[in-house]
């Protein structure tokens, strides 16, 4: 059965009404200050769904009655409140929005004083918390106060230009599908104030009716952005998630690039500007991620699904060390943005990187090898599951193996990663081959996963 | 004995806010309030406590979370929001205000789609459905936003309190007007309708909302020994005292001597009679002053249950005109609204002074003079019954009245025995023409009381 609440170290997430609840908002807010050490405000910023206005009341509520004082950024997206976080004092912040679900969903993010996400440890403190209920209400006296930052977005966009030279990207014909969300409130002001050519689809913001799912796949990508990019000849087309921390894009012929591209793409990028630093990804990821790695003398750590093993890998070492973090889903950080899942810096830098190699996406993709990935789940017994891993492991013996999350071979031609899902009660299977297809992989893989069904 | 730092109840919440009234609470209760009232626009305000804020969020978080739409209209005294809730069409409304409790409280007054208090039965209700604690909730679909409307609800309250008087007569006698806001809802209220519309020549202290309550929140003599010196120091015609929420109303002569709250709420009964025929409701321990001023006017009084919720009621059913509770200060005049209102008692009392050419003292001079006593006694559980008999075996030729604890009516007198529903404490009220006489009862009284 598909659940329409899920608390776990990653946050809260649910159907609002059936699933998640205004005490969910109350009592993870109240934890998430008892968290919280330092006695300095909290930031809080939400996307526009109507659910989000009122989580967003009894997390300020909470939050005052811990005797905090609230910065309210208003409609932002996350990686505007992640930076906000950064440049003033906050203790922390909480992001109100469900980034890549549908309206009926929503969710809450953590972010910790420097605007990152919380680390495993501190994620299942706040969770122990929050089932103890352990909540620190003041005194009346010491009730905390509400006050406004209308200056977050505008001082985004400053470290924005920072950052990337937005005079080389004239030019280039970008479509931007905004998905209703909170991207078109920065892309808006860049557009005002520098010679970028991006047309914005379905950039009003909605409350209810999403222009379509936010999801950042090539599904949806299909759906208005292809044929827009198609239509006016664009050179990119790019759709963002509700709250602008990841990114799907289609090249100019309108055929959407698979999400498993992006972070080879960036990471091509990135390497050039900095050879030899490493790339952090996950062990679902294309090996085309450790191609590129070789070709500019980098390695690749691999750690297991979940953002909170990307940020417990990324605390370990230093920033100068690091060349990009990121998944198959599109969502990639890098380092000049604290590493923070950031769709904008995402579009910035791959616009950045076609501008740099005078070339279109299509033949950046062309000139990468093409390797066959299979992805499939499926429902199983969780009582039956370790059984399941050591037939894998057994029929496997041999060869190199990773069993930091479920079991990830690594064969001649290619790998496999059988795993449990942290976010549906499935396994997940994913083959690739870097020669011929992996149909007859993962074929083998479903036969012995599905006699556990 | 416990002491009640919260109370959820069939009157709401009420709590000392932190560890017992809580965000949690609070926003439970106002979701149970929205599944209620169904899915329809609620009014949402408060009174300056520095809580009010984060309760307001709470209380909104759960009204969103009901589906309702939430009208936010700030601070405002309770007969604003009262009257702005029945002329905008909204299904209820919840003021965060603890009314004259200290500032370490706060509590939600909850309304229904007339701007009145829930009666008896609306609570009951209400109080189940929070219990049961299984409401229906909205999904995004379903939900509604939040509106702010901060101006509207000063200009219809005071739209309707001028209708009932003359305002140029007033405006004309200039007078002189002391007021101690306790920096309360009403305090900016208050200084822009004293001074610009009534016209008078104001003398204000305590009137910043942002401040935190200089006195003890209910106004009383004790309370407003400020008040008083203002009026003394300035030479004022009439002082005024207000409680946080502006529903109720303390009242000082020239000389700055404070009148009795039954004496005040005689004189608006006198002022509001010779203007329009009505009749009078009050409840059981008002004095019999106000039989006397409506006796005057040829008018009935009717007698209820102590409450605002019971005194409304039956000014409802009966269509009186004017009614009130004597000892909490509070004017409720149907033509405004069915509430208690600071700002219509101050209107009927001006409206009348600009009327005639007497002081304020030499009209309060004129009421019958009663004297009057209260007190509290504790008592064990279980022995109630066995005091109220003794009370009644005391005074063999005494009228009894039921409707509300006991009140055992003499010739010379009454004496009002009744148990407060939060405590095992029974309040003891009695009153006579003869200081002596009021003295006996009294004593009389405590001593069986206490045995």
Known sequence: ?453 | MREHKLKVGVSGVRGVVGEFLTPLLAADFAQAFGAYVGRGRVVLGRDTRFTGPMIEHAVACGLLAAGCEVVRVGVQTTPTMQIYIAETGAVGGIGITASHNPAEYNALKLFNGEGLFFNHYERTELLDLFHQGEFIVATNEQMLGVVVDQVTPWKRHINRVIKHVDVERIRSRRFRVALDGVNGAGSELSVWFLKEVLGCELQAIHVDPTKAFPREAEPKPESLGELMELVRACGCDIGFGQDPDGDRLAVCDERGVMLDNDDMLALAIDAALAKGPGDVAVNLTTSSVVDDVAARHGRRVYRTAVGEANVVERMRSVKALIGGEGSSGGVIFSGTHLCRDSYTAMALLLDRMAGGTQSLSQWVGELPKYFRHSGKVQFAHGKLGGLMLGMERNHPKAQLERTDGLKLVLEDGWIHLRASNTEPLLRVAVESRSEARADQLFSESMTLLRA
Not at chain 1, 352 to 364: A, I, Q
Not at chain 1, 403 to 417: C, K, N, P, S, Y
């Open chain 1, 1 to 453: 059965m598909a659940s329409s609440l899920r608390i776990s170290t990653v946050g809260v997430r649910g159907i609002v009404g059936p699933g998640l609840k205004a005490h969910h908002a109350l009592e993870f807010a109240a934890a998430f200050s008892v968290l919280l050490d330092r006695a300095d405000p909290v930031m809080i910023a939400r996307d526009p769904r109507a659910s989000s206005v009122m989580l967003r009341e009894g997390i300020v509520a909470s939050l005052l009655a811990s005797g905090r004082d609230v910065i309210d950024l208003g409609l932002a997206p996350t990686p505007v409140l992640q930076h906000a976080i950064q440049r003033t004092n906050a203790a922390g912040g909480i992001s109100i929005g469900a980034s890549h679900n549908s309206a009926e969903w929503n969710a809450l993010k953590f972010l910790g004083p420097n605007g990152t996400y919380l680390s495993s440890g501190e994620a299942s403190e706040l969770l122990d918390i929050y089932h103890l209920r352990k909540f620190d209400f003041k005194d009346w006296t010491q009730v905390g106060r509400l006050h406004f930052d209308d200056e977050a977005i505008e001082l985004y966009i400053q470290e924005l230009e920072r950052v990337f030279d937005f005079k080389a990207l004239e030019g280039l014909k970008i479509v931007a599908d905004c998905s209703s969300g909170l991207s078109s409130l920065i892309l808006k002001r860049i557009k005002e104030r520098h010679p970028v050519n991006i047309t914005m689809i379905n950039a009003a913001l909605e409350s209810k009716n999403f222009a379509h799912t936010p999801n950042t796949n090539a599904r949806t990508v299909g759906l208005q952005l292809a044929p827009v990019v198609q239509a006016i000849g664009a050179d990119l087309g790019v759709l963002f998630d509700m709250d602008s921390d990841r990114i799907a894009v289609c090249c100019g012929d309108g055929v959407p690039v698979s999400e498993e591209m992006i972070l080879p793409l960036l990471a091509d990028y990135q390497l050039k500007l900095h050879p030899g630093r490493m790339v952090i990804t996950n062990l679902s990821t294309t090996s085309l991620v450790d191609d590129i790695a070789a070709r500019y003398n980098a390695s690749v750590l691999r750690v297991p699904v979940g953002r909170q093993h990307a940020m417990d890998a990324l605390a370990m070492y230093p920033v100068e060390k690091i060349a990009v973090a990121g998944e198959g889903t599109g969502a990639v950080m890098l380092p000049e943005f604290r590493f923070v899942y950031d769709g904008i810096a995402s579009l910035l830098a791959l616009a950045s990187h076609l501008k740099r190699e005078r070339t279109s996406l299509r033949k950046l993709l062309t000139q990468m090898p093409s390797y066959d990935m299979r992805k499939l789940e499926v429902g199983l017994d969780a009582k039956r599951i370790p059984e399941l891993m050591t037939e894998l492991e057994d029929r496997w013996a041999g060869a190199k193996m990773n069993t930091q999350d479920g079991l990830r071979v690594d064969i001649e031609a290619g790998w496999f990663h059988v795993r449990v899902s942290n976010t549906e009660p499935v396994v997940r299977v994913i083959a690739e081959m870097r020669q011929g297809s992996a149909e007859e992989l993962i074929s083998k893989l479903l036969e012995t996963v599905r006699s556990y069904a």
